[in-house]
């Protein structure tokens, strides 16, 4: 079983950056996708940015230019580098990926980093 831990979150001023960051382990399988979605109180779960093992990126309009996903293959570790952040860009950010094992895919899901983007 994949196991992905989240770091990064944190509160900052409208303007500002963070830079979150999600390591899976448990497992020798590659990695196909990693994924950043993020969830805000009342709203439902929406993808950030999305990363393929060949570095081919997807963003959410919303967050595209401010935004930037990248991974290391070698350290099985997905990167957001959250520049200009906005109040509305605040939420629980979750890391996902999936891989394929015995010819079935799976999904995994981190347990979530808070982003809080306040004055």
């Known amino acids: 079983q994949v196991q992905l831990v989240e770091s990064g979150g944190g509160l900052v001023q409208p303007g500002g950056s963070l830079r979150l960051s999600c390591a899976a382990s448990?497992?020798?399988?590659?990695?196909?996708?990693m994924n950043w979605y993020r969830q805000a109180p009342g709203n439902q779960r929406e993808l950030v940015a999305a990363i393929t093992r060949d570095h081919t990126t997807n963003y959410a309009d919303s967050v595209k230019g401010r935004f930037t996903i990248s991974r290391d293959n070698a350290k099985n570790t997905v990167y957001l580098q959250m520049n200009s952040l906005k109040p509305e860009d605040t939420g629980v950010y979750y890391c996902y990926c999936n891989v394929k094992a015995s010819g079935r895919w799976y999904d995994y899901w981190g347990q979530g980093t808070q982003v809080t983007v306040s004055s």
């Open positions: 448990g497992s020798d399988s590659s990695i196909r996708t």
